[in-house]
């Protein structure tokens, strides 16, 4: 009989109105009655909850999937970077997905906005991460590290407009590298700009520039250009939009929006329009207003020294002093990088375009503090590698010159030209993949040898282990390459070290 007492109310009362006009002489007719319109009640239901709901299958908004092709490119950009990283001594680690709320309130300024909250689980309000320098403050402080070099893979969410073709999703992947420590002045620092090069040079996108800043000049910028300090990190958020927009479209936002004085506004684009390299930091350093302003000297200072070591490593000419550069995070607390790729100009004597951040970083030497009960402060520095960006420009790359990608790196094909050789094909792969050699075979009792060939070509594998009943009486196999067509016969014994030799030699 059915559950009655699962039913809903309004079936309940198709089914007692239903009952009261059945004529049943005795208890045993009503109840296969009472049974039988029960059933037919849930039949019905069953039924409508069986239709296809009408609704388009895709994606969430900003996110994507990534086919097997873009994943093995991507493969090779993580690769690329995190070995870069390990070369310069860092550790990996891990953090959760989504940390207690309060973690990260108050820490990214206006992007703390575009955080994803959580639902209440079991009495923590959660949000997922935004970024991995503010969960990497937290681990050092929970464990009360003082010193730490390490690297981040990880995915983090911005509730932002995504805007797919410039790269920015609402989900995306991020490579941070830091260096957490008490050291000298400007030497992690550089090591980091140095980081930067090296990893995009190792990309070859194309030409890059990286700009840099210190938040103490930024700060001291507002200050002598008359911007109250309560508006300082509002008005960080709009100058940090002028990668993105026109400076009468920031200017506007600044002076119409947040209440900004026209005549401040006006002193700040006079600054903010000023880039060079170490020439610029010493003519700063004598600017009438900007000299007089103790942070601005000491982010200067520290400019110039910074300016000494990049020589040295030979990334100088790299390198931009760029007073319109102030990265809208709150956390940072003195010098601000960001790299971005520049193309050729369509007309001959005009400056290179930039098409886009690919990567950026800053210190913060506050931000393990304020996770401390005691507020003891650990010096930071770090950068980010902007992933999903840089994937968009080698995709768009390889479509443009036609390049294609192999999405398995299996090097050998065993193979059968007769039927009923399954058990050879098993006992030989079983000995490849013992000896750590990547192979394949086809799923089929008796596939053709046809076939198999072709696989081998559609999917760029390059060798094929042929067994059959003449090899088999024989003791030995035929090794064909299939770029070459060529076969070898060989003995059983010697496949193995064979199949190596080849390879090592390809």
């Keep these: 009989m059915p559950q009655l007492g699962l039913l809903p109310r309004r079936a309940w009362a198709a089914l007692l109105s239903q009952l009261l006009r059945l004529p049943c002489s005795s208890c045993t007719q009503a109840v296969r009655c009472h049974s039988q319109v029960a059933g037919a009640v849930l ?23 990534l086919s097997p092709q873009q994943m093995v490119v991507r493969e090779k950009i993580l690769d690329l970077v995190v070995s870069c990283f390990k070369r310069h001594g ?16 108050e820490k990214y300024g206006e992007g ?62 991020q490579c ?51 911007v109250p300090e309560s508006k300082f990190s509002t008005i960080c958020s709009s100058i940090d939009k002028l990668d993105k927009m026109a400076w009468k479209d920031v200017r506007h936002e600044m002076v119409a929006k947040k209440g900004l004085a026209p005549e401040v506004a006006d002193r700040i684009g006079d600054y903010v329009q000023c880039h060079g390299g170490v020439s610029l930091v010493e003519q700063m350093f004598q600017d009438p207003r900007l000299s007089q302003n103790k942070q601005a000297l000491e982010g200067l200072g520290d400019l110039k020294l910074l300016f000494e070591y990049l020589t040295l490593f030979g990334i100088a000419e790299k390198i931009s002093f760029d007073l319109s550069l102030a990265r809208g995070l709150d956390y940072y607390t003195g010098v601000i990088y960001e790299a971005v790729l520049l193309h050729t100009p369509t007309q001959a004597g005009a400056e290179p375009l930039s098409v886009g951040s690919v990567a ?86 008796n596939p053709k040898l046809l076939t198999q060939l ?52 390809s």
């Design 43 to 65: 039949t019905s239901q069953l039924k409508a909850h069986q239709k296809k709901p009408n609704f388009i299958i895709k994606t969430p908004k900003g996110t994507r999937d």
């Design 90 to 105: 860092a550790m990996g680690m891990d953090t959760p997905a989504f940390e207690l709320k309060e973690m990260l309130t």
């Design 112 to 173: 703390s906005g575009l955080m994803y909250d959580l639902k209440d689980q079991g009495g923590e309000l959660l949000s997922l991460r935004y970024d991995l320098t503010v969960p990497f403050a937290r681990y050092l402080a929970m464990n009360k590290v003082k010193k730490m070099k390490r690297y981040h893979v990880g995915k983090v969410w911005r509730r932002e407009s995504p805007t797919i073709v410039q790269g920015r999703y609402r989900e995306f992947c």
């Design 176 to 226: 941070d590298f830091d260096i957490a420590g008490q050291f000298d002045p400007m030497i992690p620092d550089a090591e980091c700009l140095k980081i930067m090069c090296e990893i995009l040079n190792g990309l070859q996108l194309g030409d890059f520039l990286i700009k840099v800043n210190d938040r103490r000049i930024v700060d001291g910028m507002f200050a002598v250009c008359g």
């Design 360 to 445: 950026a970083g800053g210190r913060y030497d506050g931000l393990v503090g304020m996770f401390d009960p005691k507020g003891h402060k650990v010096p930071c520095v770090g950068l980010s590698i902007g992933v999903e960006r840089i994937f968009n420009i080698v995709e768009q790359r390889m479509k443009t010159f036609g390049e294609k990608v192999r999405t398995t790196e299996t090097q050998v094909l065993v193979a059968t030209p007769h039927k009923n050789f399954l058990q050879e094909r098993l006992k030989l792969i079983a000995e490849l993949w013992d000896a750590g050699i990547k192979a394949e075979m086809l799923y089929k009792n």
């Design 454 to 505: 072709h696989y081998c070509e559609s999917t760029g594998i390059p060798l094929v282990v042929i067994v059959g009943e003449q090899e088999l009486k024989e003791g030995v196999v035929k090794i064909r390459s299939v770029a070459s067509r060529e076969e070898v016969a060989i003995k059983r014994e010697n496949l193995v070290a064979e199949i190596q030799k080849r390879l090592s030699e």
